[in-house]
């Protein structure tokens, strides 16, 4: 059973960076998709970004792209989400995701995934 715990959330001001990070345990498969999720109150769970593992593809959101990069430590099965510049848009509950055996054009697709974490606030103030 994939576990997977997020944090770094808080409160920053708009033009600010934070870093979420997501730790997983219990993973089996070679093969998956991670995939940034956020979810703010009245609104449906869109994708921010996601990677593949093995290879290095990435793919982000087109309200992201350019403010936002995922990386991983395979090492410490870390994965994080490094966000610059933040807007007040961008103010959401922060989850991560993974798709054990995920294929690379599935990973926009929130259905797809099979285990998540607890969520991380992020709030942006202006």
């Known amino acids: 059973q994939v576990q997977l715990v997020e944090s770094g959330g808080g409160l920053v001001q708009a033009g600010d960076s934070l870093r979420l990070s997501c730790a997983g345990t219990g993973r089996t498969q070679r093969n998956y998709n991670i995939g940034w999720f956020r979810q703010s109150p009245g609104q449906e769970r869109e994708f921010v970004a996601g990677?593949?593992?093995?290879?290095?593809?990435?793919i982000y959101a087109d309200s992201v792209k350019g403010r936002f990069t995922v990386s991983r430590d395979t090492a410490k099965n870390m994965v994080y989400l490094q966000m610059n510049n933040l807007k007040t848009d961008d103010t959401a509950v922060y989850y991560c995701?993974?798709?054990?055996?995920?294929?690379?054009?599935?990973?926009?697709?929130?259905?797809?995934?099979?285990?998540w974490g607890q969520g991380t606030q992020v709030t942006v103030s202006s």
């Open positions: 995701a993974e798709d054990p055996g995920g294929i690379l054009s599935s990973i926009r697709y929130y259905a797809n995934y099979d285990y």
């Open positions: 990677l593949r593992w093995p290879g290095r593809a990435t």
